[in-house]
Every structure is written in structure tokens, then in C-alpha cells.
């Protein structure tokens, strides 16, 4: 079985390569040549030929939650927003926190998902935060990470051993950065607006605290902390600053928190309500800045499903929690590429396929000959609509209903086949 992807642009950013060419699959992997005369060929002009996209941020909610996403709807809602990869929390019902879980999860997705799904398991049993999960016992359960996100650890002596068994077994560590104390009952941006509107104020020192505990244990335990959806001004200075030094620190950006400011919450819109909160516009200025650096090498959609009914709710009770996979390409590439400059196109794929596959050291986000053909195809100048209600996802939680954008995803294809096309 053979394809060629012709006339297109192939941006691949591990090998460094971004040129006019072909790209070939055979038998499932992508090859340096192929002779097959009866080949399926697809015509990729004016589009870019990407090794396939990772998201490392994503809940899928089982096992436990099936009413809001399954493995196989959040699978499906990846293939349309492009990704081939996805790797996901483990703040399911049960917690992902022994070995059974995870081989339930990897056997599930084994079953129903059409991308690869890839189970990270909690850092502290039951996501307490007040003792260790088996971490040596998830590595070899299949674990690419441990993370409490949702949570955050907050007792930093365990915290550091999770760093130090983490390096033991040789997984990254990724950490949803909030101080319990600082944060309280926060729902929004403590600023302007959670003043005015009187809500409670999730201010951006909960997290920059958490970053800098985050660094000095990355540099303490010479491993990899990883903090996730980075919202905060003081969060990219912390971490331009360890990265500077060589501490084995890194951080990723979401959309909505460069898409939104915290003025968006005036109308009390729970699509509006995530953690950590929508904040300034200078903040969104300094995650730009902290994007075209390199500071932050990571995009990723922290993609939280919720049904209706959960979010029809006042402000306060809602949970946090927007969809992301199919829509976040087309945001990034929109804010990122088109209207803000801040990053080319190589810079972007780069921070969707090698940089997280480097921080998992997964076996992924590249299209070198003899790894899976897991590709992506990109209609960078496509102006499309957001419609939430033809979304793969199973819950309809997006603040992006009707946006514009330009730029997305026309075709996923997943170990040599197509699992998506527009
Ligand atoms: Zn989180």
C-alpha cells in the first residue's frame, strides 16, 4: 500500500527541512522513495505537509466522565482539529494512578481511537497531593508524564521526590501550577474586572509562585518539570530566566489565554471560565513575547469537556473548562501566524511536533524515513467558521462559536491512513 503526497509545502522541523517535495508512504511508514505505479495520490498544492501534530494537554474523561467526552469522541474531535497524538490527564474517575487504570486506558484506545492516545498517571494517589503514586509501577504501565493537573501538588518535600523518581524511571515531570492559599476560591483575574463584577480573584502570583517552586526542584533534581497552560507575565519571566541557566524547565500556551482577556467575563458566560483564569491584555502581550523567545516552546489545547447542563450554571459553580482540539490550530495559526506575526509557520509546527515529542521522548513529530506515517496536512490561508455544532466532541463548551479564522488542519492521517479530511 503506497501514497504520495504531491505539490505540496513539507515543513519538518527535526530534520530541519522545509521545501517543495513529495512525501511517500508505504505500508504505514513514511519512505524515502516509493515505485508502486498504482499509488494513492493525494494533491497537497497550497497546502503544508506537516509530520502529524501532538497535543500534550487533553481530557478525555474516561474512564468515569463518559457523559461529557470518551475516548473515542476526544479521539475523533483530534483527527478533525488535525492532531495525531494526544496524551491525556489523568483526573478520570478512577484517577489514573496504578497501573490497572492506565493498561484500561491504552486498552480502550487500542479499541476505539483513531489517533494515538498516550496516558500520563497521577503524581500523588487519588490526586490528594499527600502521598506518591506508584510512579516506577505507571512507567512501565505506559506512562508518558505524571501530572496532578487539575490539581497541584502543594507540599514541596513531595513534590521533590516525584521529581527525583521521575528521573529514576525517566519520565517528565508536568505541573498544573496553582497555590492553593493564594488562589482561595478564585474564579477569575484578580484585577479590574473580578472587582467590578464581584467575583472571587484567582490572582496571577498562585501561579508564578508554583513556577518558581517548579524551577528551583528542576534545578534541584537536575529533571524535567513541565508547566502547564502558562497564563501569567511573572510565569515567562521565571521561566526565561531558569532557561537561561540550563534548568530543565519548560511551559506551554493554550489558546484562550492568548484569544481572551479578562474582559470577556462581563456577560458571566461560563464558556468563559477556566483555570487558570482569562487574564490582561499585558499578560497576553507577555506570553507573545515569551512564545517568539522561545521561552515557551509548547502549544496544546488543555481540551476540557463539559456537558450543558454541568455549565448552565452560575459563574461561581460552573466548572473550569473550555473544548480545544477543534479549534486550537486554527487559533494558533490565526493569532500566531496571520494577525500577530509572532512566530512563522516552521516555528509553529516545531512547537506542536518535536518539542513535545522531545520533552515524552516519544517515537513522534517527525516525518523522517521509517517512523509512522503520521501526517498532517495544513491549508494555512483557509478562512473558515467555528461551528460548534457539527464538532466531533461530545459537549459543545467553547467560547469560539462563530469565530473567523484563518488557517487549519484539511487532513489527518494516522499511521498511513486518512482518519479525517474536510
Ligand atoms: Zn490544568
Known amino acids: ?145 505524571i501530572t496532578d493537573d487539575g490539581r497541584c501538588v502543594q507540599n514541596n518535600e513531595l513534590m521533590r521526590r516525584a521529581v527525583e523518581y521521575a528521573r529514576m524511571v525517566g519520565v517528565p515531570v508536568l505541573d498544573h501550577c496553582q497555590d492553593y492559599n493564594l488562589v482561595g476560591n478564585g474564579v477569575v483575574h484578580e484585577g479590574y474586572w473580578s472587582t467590578l463584577l464581584g467575583l472571587p480573584g484567582w490572582p496571577s502570583a498562585g ?38 541557566r540550563g534548568v530543565k524547565i519548560s511551559g506551554e500556551v493554550c489558546p484562550h489565554h492568548i484569544a481572551l482577556s479578562d474582559d470577556a467575563i462581563q456577560d458571566f458566560d461560563t464558556n468563559f471560565k477556566m483555570n487558570p483564569p482569562l487574564r490582561s491584555k499585558e499578560d497576553i502581550a507577555a506570553i507573545h513575547e515569551g512564545i517568539a523567545d522561545g521561552t515557551l ?56 511536533t518535536v518539542n513535545p515529542a522531545r520533552l515524552l521522548q516519544i517515537d513522534a513529530g517527525t516525518l523522517s524515513a521509517g517512523r509512522a506515517a503520521d501526517v498532517t496536512l495544513i491549508d494555512p490561508e483557509l478562512e473558515w467558521t467555528v461551528g460548534a455544532s457539527k464538532f466531533q466532541s461530545m459537549s459543545r463548551n467553547t467560547p469560539f462559536d462563530g469565530w473567523k479564522l484563518k488557517g487549519r488542519a484539511v487532513r489527518t492521517i494516522v499511521g498511513g491512513k486518512t482518519v479525517w479530511a474536510l
Open 1 to 145: 500500500m503506497t501514497t504520495v503526497i504531491r505539490n505540496g509545502r513539507i515543513i519538518d522541523p527535526a530534520n530541519k527541512r522545509d521545501e517543495f517535495g513529495e512525501l511517500f508512504i508505504v505500508d504505514g511508514k513514511i519512505a524515502a522513495a516509493a515505485k508502486d505505479r498504482d499509488a494513492e495520490v493525494i494533491d497537497a498544492k497550497g497546502l503544508v505537509v506537516a509530520p502529524g501534530v501532538i497535543d500534550l494537554h487533553v481530557h478525555l474523561r474516561e474512564p468515569g466522565f463518559g457523559w461529557k467526552e470518551t475516548i473515542e469522541t476526544g479521539a475523533r474531535a483530534a483527527a478533525a482539529g488535525g492532531f495525531t497524538t494526544i496524551v491525556c490527564m489523568p483526573n478520570t474517575s478512577p484517577v489514573a494512578d496504578s497501573p490497572g487504570t492506565i493498561a484500561w486506558i491504552r486498552d480502550r484506545a487500542a479499541e476505539v481511537a483513531c489517533v494515538n492516545v498516550l496516558p500520563t498517571g497521577a503524581i500523588s494517589k487519588g490526586l490528594m497531593g499527600e502521598e506518591l503514586a506508584p510512579i516506577g509501577s505507571l512507567q512501565q504501565a505506559g506512562v508518558v508524564a
Open 297 to 352: 516552546e509548547i502549544l496544546c489545547s488543555d481540551h476540557a469537556p463539559h456537558a450543558q447542563f454541568e455549565k448552565e450554571v452560575e459563574f461561581d459553580a460552573a466548572p473550569f473548562g473550555i473544548l480545544g482540539l477543534e479549534t486550537e490550530l486554527g487559533l494558533f495559526l490565526d493569532l500566531l501566524v496571520h494577525k500577530n506575526k509572532t512566530i512563522g509557520l516552521p516555528r509553529l509546527i516545531e512547537m506542536f
Open 207 to 244: 501561579e508564578e509562585v508554583i513556577v518558581m517552586r517548579n524551577a528551583l526542584l528542576a534545578e534541584l533534581c537536575d529533571h524535567y518539570v513541565h508547566c502547564q497552560h502558562i497564563s501569567a507575565t511573572g510565569s515567562v519571566r521565571i521561566l526565561r530566566e531558569a532557561r537561561a
